[in-house]
DNA sequence: CTATAATTTCGACAGGTGTCGAAGTAAGGA
DNA sequence: TCCTTACTTCGACACCTGTCGAAATTATAG
């Protein structure tokens, strides 16, 4: 079974309308996201080596205060897509990629401009 | 040529830090769709029959008045994500995919849950 | 040319959000 | 035990944002 899906056409939020509720618990995600600061914390985060960092490691990169920072981090561990552990001194974040890519399945057109195998006859919209 | 990326981890995000002026200007698409009104209101215009949707179709199914949903229709088309145009008496508004889908790039781990073909080994992170 | 309908702009206001400093908590070291 | 370091919580404040009603704009119909 390589696509028993009938190859629908453009991204999920533009496939049928997005019932009340789903778009207040999507909106929540999105605007957790929707920061710049949290925007490069969630990133490096991501994407630092062993996937995790100490806030300590944070702080730094930002003209901000410690209480910002946590602030920040509490935005993003609350809307579960980050979550974080004390080990010692030190309190250590990583990221939890299902969230993210919950957000990420919302807007993309169907496939990648990846080296898709298959049958892809990507048009994203008739314009 | 179909492969000569060395096939990375991770969604975008999390694979380099974002620079602080990219991180600045994706946090401003983002604001513009974490929105409950502003995220159903891209929905339907993407999901209306011919890609786009008169204003009158989309006010009813608010309860908000029309300065509200005016308000919210700038939003989204400053943000480049639709775009509109009146004909005669009314106006009508579509999506523009190209930038929809740059909100999708940067939280899709690489490859969709789909029949990936290839030396696909997707881990997410090593938790 | 006036009346009517569809949409946007304008001003105003309540509520939410990012930031800080000060104080609180937790862990490690002298 | 007391001090220092790392981080969070708490209050406060400026600013941004969603919403409305009223008025302006644009187009069609009489």
Chains 1, 2 share one sequence.
């Not at 019932?19 to 920061?35: I, M, N, Q, R, S």
């Not at 003209?63 to 910002?68: I, K, M, S």
Request: with cysteine; glycine share 8%; charged share 20%.
């Amino acid at each position: 079974m390589a696509a028993p899906t009938p190859v629908p056409c453009c991204a999920p939020i533009a496939r049928a309308p997005l019932a009340e509720t789903e778009a207040a618990e999507l909106a929540g995600l999105l605007k957790a996201v929707a920061d710049p600061v949290r925007l490069r914390l969630l990133s490096m985060i991501g994407s630092h080596p062993g996937g995790e960092a100490c806030v300590c490691d944070l702080t730094d990169a930002f003209d901000l205060t410690a209480p910002t920072i946590s602030h920040h981090l509490k935005v993003l561990r609350t809307a579960g897509l980050i979550d974080g552990e004390r080990r010692g001194t030190w309190v250590y974040y990583w990221i939890i990629p299902e969230t993210v890519a919950r957000l990420g399945a919302l807007f993309i057109p169907l496939a990648e401009p990846a080296p898709a195998a298959g049958p892809v006859d990507v048009e994203l919209l008739p314009a």
